[in-house]
């Protein structure tokens, strides 16, 4: 089984490959692609390696850790290297080849480096530099459909480029990515209280197992904070965006999630929270059980018996009676084909949902007096199909793709 030496030199070895433009074989692209998938600080480094700068810096940095066993292997393998290239002449293909063998040795000692000053350090908590990269922000654009999971280091996952199977975090909590829309945990976590993040860009829904066995499926544009509580102590989500629940009934562990000031505290039940920051409303849509909604200045209960859903605006909660809600339009968003199934639907509440899903901006050129959107807009579409439905049931506006813009003009031809 490969050790940590061996893992070392071949990721060096295969980043100074891409830098030096070097041809990789179809396993070596395999092999690359997982490399920079592992984490945003993975991804970071064929950029990092091919900066002059950047890679003096850690040279010196690495030049006082015990790494002579590393360096003379790699000496070894260089060497073996030149022998191999000796029988015929040196020509610039072969010139270039040796180089980007001898550069080699330059990412896998910088790597080494990164590896034994993090492992050797006293502090836990430290970790190399380069591993404290937040989440990159956010591209506008219908393409941009990746999602991050962020661990209590700080170091970023990008979860859509992972591979199926466990991911590796570095604690006896499990996570498992089963495709590409699907995450499940399981265990307890080594460290209490510890912080787990998950973000969608524009993409389809991602499910979601927690460790307590709850469900939950998060919307695009959607940021979910998790505490992996001790056992038996709440369970604690920070939402905003959109979410739905369904909960794994703990009597003993209230399950409560914070969005936009709201608070719903629930045991074993199915409900939905909508708490974008661009929304003045928070909305809570009850499936099945109960939750109690608090607000900074009131409180009510959501059953099913009762009342399905509130709605909270600068504090004040509003119900609706279960006559009033249609709880399966509210969660088409998250069924097994998601869409957005739009019934008498303001034109601008839509566009806002649509610009959620595919990360663009939405730019009115004219304004638009009152106009109703009906019918179901699949998730999957593309952003010019799902435009093109609203446009040919409008005759005295038009909506047209401009990347990383939804524009709105008064007719077909103002543009």
């Known amino acids: 089984m490969p050790n940590m030496e061996d893992n070392i030199k071949d990721d060096g070895i295969l980043i100074m490959k891409y830098v030096w433009e070097e041809t990789l074989s179809e396993k070596e692209k395999l092999q690359f692609q997982e ?117 209590p280091d700080s170091s970023t996952i990008v979860l859509d480029s992972a591979r199926s199977g466990r991911i590796d975090i570095n604690d006896a909590l499990t996570v498992e990515k089963r495709s590409n829309d699907t995450l499940l945990y399981t265990g307890t976590s080594q460290y209490p209280n510890a912080c787990h993040e998950i973000t969608t860009g524009g993409r389809l829904p991602l499910h979601i197992q927690l460790p307590d066995g709850t469900w939950t499926s998060l919307a695009p544009a959607s940021r979910l904070q998790y505490s992996v509580t001790p056992h038996g102590a709440p369970r604690i989500i920070d939402l905003k965006g959109q979410a739905s629940f369904e909960v794994h009934r703990d009597p003993g562990r209230p399950f409560i999630v914070n969005a936009n000031g709201t608070r719903i505290e629930a045991l074993g039940t199915g409900f939905n929270v909508t708490a974008y920051s661009d929304d003045s409303i928070t909305e809570i849509t009850l499936s099945n059980g109960a939750v109690k909604v608090a607000s900074a200045s009131e409180s009510f209960i959501l059953d099913t018996q009762h009342f399905r859903q509130a709605r909270i605006e600068k504090g004040h909660i509003r119900s609706f009676y279960l006559t009033d809600v249609d709880v399966r339009n509210i969660m088409a968003w998250q069924d097994q084909r998601p869409h957005f199934q739009f019934v008498n639907t303001d034109l601008k509440d839509a566009l806002r949902m649509i610009s959620r899903r595919y990360l663009v901006r939405v730019v009115y050129k004219v304004h638009v007096q009152k106009t109703l959107v009906n019918g179901d807009f699949p998730l999957s579409n593309t952003l010019d199909k799902t435009l093109g439905l609203i446009n040919d049931t409008k005759d005295d506006i038009h909506l047209y793709n401009q990347g990383d813009s939804v524009i709105i003009v008064s007719d077909k031809t103002d543009r």
């Not at 002059?52 to 290297?81: C, G, Y």
């Not at 000692?109 to 350090?121: A, E, F, N, R």
């Not at 591993?131 to 991050?148: I, L």
């Open 35 to 151: 490399l920079r998938s592992r984490s945003v600080y993975h991804d970071a480094l064929p950029e990092q390696f091919a900066n002059p700068a950047w890679v003096h810096e850690q040279l010196q940095l690495t030049e006082e850790l015990p790494m002579e066993k590393l360096k003379q292997q790699l000496m070894n393998r260089i060497s073996r290297a030149r022998m191999d290239n000796n029988p015929a002449p040196i020509v610039p293909t072969r010139k270039r080849r040796y180089l980007a063998i001898a550069a080699g040795i330059t990412g896998v000692v910088i790597l080494g480096g990164l590896y034994i000053k993090h492992h050797s350090s006293k502090d836990p908590n430290l970790t190399p530099q380069l591993v404290r990269q937040q989440a990159p922000a956010r591209q506008r654009g219908a393409d941009n459909a990746t999602a991050y999971l962020t661990l």
